[in-house]
């Protein structure tokens, strides 16, 4: 299932910010550097990779990467968790 975005826009990313902090127990990291964190802080940009429906809601596995693209942690977020960016202005 895609994310509402992606339902209007296929071929493009879609890029969320974290509204809260996202604590260790929720992650799962990828890269040995990030292994001291305590969790993500708030506004760290990922990505939207897949949309599961849970409980009649939708939950969010997003990929969290740094500026060279290289994949550090991922998590399972609720949309009440997650703010979708847009980078076009949509015009009604």
Same mark, same amino acid.
């Given at each position: 299932?895609?994310?509402?975005?992606?339902?209007?826009?296929? =071929? @493009? *990313?879609?890029?969320?910010? +974290?509204?809260?902090? $996202?604590? $260790?127990? #929720?992650?799962?990291?990828?890269? @040995?550097?990030? %292994? =001291? $964190?305590?969790?993500?802080?708030?506004?760290?940009?990922? +990505?939207?990779?897949?949309?599961? @429906?849970?409980?009649?809601? *939708?939950?969010?596995?997003?990929?969290? /990467?740094? %500026?060279?693209? =290289?994949?550090?942690?991922? /998590? %399972?977020? #609720? =949309?009440?968790?997650?703010?979708?960016?847009?980078?076009?202005? !949509?015009? !009604?």
């Amino acid at each position: 299932m895609l994310c509402p975005y992606h339902m209007l826009h296929p =071929s @493009e *990313n879609c890029y969320i910010a +974290t509204l809260q902090p $996202i604590p $260790i127990e #929720r992650l799962q990291l990828l890269e @040995e550097d990030y %292994t =001291s $964190i305590k969790g993500l802080p708030s506004g760290q940009v990922g +990505t939207i990779v897949e949309v599961y @429906e849970q409980e009649e809601e *939708n939950h969010y596995l997003v990929e969290f /990467a740094d %500026t060279q693209g =290289s994949e550090y942690a991922m /998590a %399972t977020l #609720r =949309s009440d968790e997650i703010l979708v960016l847009h980078y076009d202005l !949509a015009i !009604a």
